[in-house]
């Protein structure tokens, strides 16, 4: 199988950093895009940042800027660098990854999410 484990969240001040991780392990030959999403209370769960097998990136208007994703192949995790914190960021966060496996073929996971609070 396939697991995706998140940590880095936490609760933070207005202006503040967090920086989220998120590890692929398991029967994975190859891991491809890998990508953040995040969802609030009452909310759709929407795309933040993405970044493709190439290295190409993504990132939704509201975190422009501020937010950067980047990825380390050799250790198949992708992270979520979080600068200019806003109470609107307010959410649980969630990766998603396309990956390889013996198994399965290609398939894409979803981490358990991790709680991320910006107090103002």
């Known amino acids: 199988q396939v697991q995706l484990v998140e940590s880095g969240g936490g609760l933070v001040q207005a202006g503040g950093s967090l920086r989220l991780s998120c590890t692929a392990s398991g029967s994975i030959s190859r891991v491809n895009h890998m990508d953040w999403y995040r969802q609030a209370p009452g909310k759709q769960r929407d795309l933040v940042a993405a970044?493709?097998?190439?290295?190409?990136?993504n990132y939704a208007d509201s975190v422009k800027g501020r937010f950067t994703i980047s990825r380390d192949n050799a250790k198949n995790t992708v992270y979520l660098q979080m600068n200019s914190l806003k109470p609107e960021d307010t959410a649980v966060y969630y990766c998603k990854v396309g990956a390889w496996s013996v198994i399965y073929g290609f398939r894409e996971y979803w981490g358990q999410g991790t709680q991320v609070t910006v107090s103002s």
């Open positions: 970044i493709t097998g190439g290295g190409t990136t």
